[in-house]
């Protein structure tokens, strides 16, 4: 210590104290005060910091989750609504599909009944015809026979009155007018009898005619007239652009027997109009055939067949058409066609033909309860689906707000109140 330091005396020990020492003390305490207060204010600042900003950290941390939550919801409603514009489109393209074929499977039905009442109406007029005819015959029957017992009982009686022995030439004589009276009885109800089979014939006649006509509108259907020689119908079979393909004679018979001599007399006919085909419609066919035959050159065939025999033998008409214009000139091809129209393959494709046809009716009426069966499921699917996206759609709008759709909402009050 140097000699020039200043020193004082405490007053309570009397020790001397340096007055450097002293003020370096006072200063030393002083400046440690401030530092430890200037330390507790930063560690007070930093504390405060730390909690403000562990307060955003948990403000950032819900706002993240709200973000989260509100990103969920929103693409939840996006799907949502996805899904139901989605579904309403498929319903449209299946309700677009399903409707075009339940209108085209109803033509269809429609277009088969319409020539199925035809057949039946028809049907109907022939039988009314047949019951007129049987009940004229009975009445025809009844008044001759009244007629003849008639004539008899006053024979009888005319003769009682005059029976003597000089009358006996008389008596032969009346005899022999009962015997003239009773044949001419039997002649007149031959001739009744022939009279009604030829009406019959003439009814199946007009029955073939009207069926050709109604099936194959394209063709001429041409009727022999009443009492000229020839078959009963004549049609001339025409292609789409109105060229003739040839042509097929028929003759349509209504008797109690199968006569061989029709075959060669619709020969001898179809030779005349120099036709290609002929067919000999008849309710009685030979007992060697079923349905349908091919016989020395001549279709044989019963009259619910007769349109499917003629489908048959058109289509192959116009083939060989086609190919006769393809080859003019070529005499080898027309003997090969020849040889195939009178040939078994020929006869054979048109079998097929008409036993198709023939199975036709038995198809249609198993299509139509088949068809039936399958509108009914159908529709209950329908209905099914459509009360299954009416719940889907109520329980999602419990959950999420989704787009109003007028046709699952309840319609507005008359008094145009809203909600």
């Known amino acids: 210590m140097s000699n020039n330091e200043q020193k004082i005396k405490c007053p309570k020990c009397g020790e001397s104290i340096s007055i450097d020492d002293v003020l370096t003390h006072q200063i030393g305490e002083k400046i440690r005060k401030e530092i430890e207060v200037e330390q507790k204010t930063k560690e007070i600042e930093i504390a405060n910091q730390k909690k ?32 139901i514009t989605l579904w309403k489109q498929a319903q449209t393209e299946a309700g677009k599909e399903k409707e075009a074929e339940k209108k085209m499977l109803e033509e269809q039905l429609a277009e088969k009944d319409i020539k199925l009442q035809k057949a039946n109406d028809n049907e109907l ?11 004229d015959k009975e009445s025809f029957e009844i008044e001759k026979q009244r007629q003849l017992d008639e004539e008899r009982n006053k024979i009888i009686e005319d003769a009682s009155k005059k029976a003597t022995e000089g009358q006996k030439y008389i008596i032969a004589q009346l005899e022999k007018k009962l015997t003239d009276a009773g044949n001419t009885n039997e002649e007149m109800k031959r001739k009744l009898e022939q009279g009604s089979q030829q009406t019959q014939g003439e009814v199946l006649e007009l029955e073939l005619e009207d069926l050709l006509k109604a099936e194959f509108p394209e063709d001429e259907i041409v009727p022999v007239p009443k009492g000229k020689k020839g078959a009963d119908v004549i049609q001339k079979i025409s292609d789409r652009s109105g060229r003739l393909c040839g042509q097929i004679v028929w003759e349509s018979k209504k008797t109690k027997a199968w006569s061989e001599g029709w075959i060669q007399k619709l ?3 179809q030779r005349v109009v120099k036709a290609d085909l002929a067919v000999i419609i008849s ?43 393809m080859s003019v000139g070529k005499n080898e091809k027309m003997e090969v066609l020849y040889s195939y129209l009178t040939g078994v393959e020929f006869k054979q494709r048109v079998e097929a033909i008409v036993e198709a046809f023939s199975n036709m009716d038995e198809g249609l009426r198993k299509e139509r309860m088949a068809y039936e069966k399958i509108w009914s499921e159908r529709e209950k699917q329908i209905k099914k689906v459509i009360t299954n996206t009416v719940g889907m759609y109520g329980d999602l709008s419990g959950l999420v707000t989704l787009p109003q759709i007028k046709a699952l909402e309840l319609p507005e009050s008359k008094n145009g109140n809203e909600k």
């Open 267 to 269: 020969k001898d006919d």
């Open 52 to 83: 403000a900003l562990k307060e955003q950290t948990i403000k950032f941390e819900e706002s993240k989750k709200n973000a989260q939550v509100e990103i969920t919801k929103k693409v939840a409603e996006k799907l949502a609504t996805e899904r």
């Open 283 to 325: 309710n009685v066919l030979p007992t060697d055939v079923v349905t349908f035959a091919f016989r020395d050159g001549v279709w044989i065939c019963d009259i619910k067949l007769a349109i499917a025999l003629a489908t048959a033998l058109r289509m192959n008409l116009e083939s060989i058409n086609r190919e006769r214009t």
């Open 125 to 135: 007029v022939l039988r009314k015809e047949k019951i007129k005819l049987e009940e």
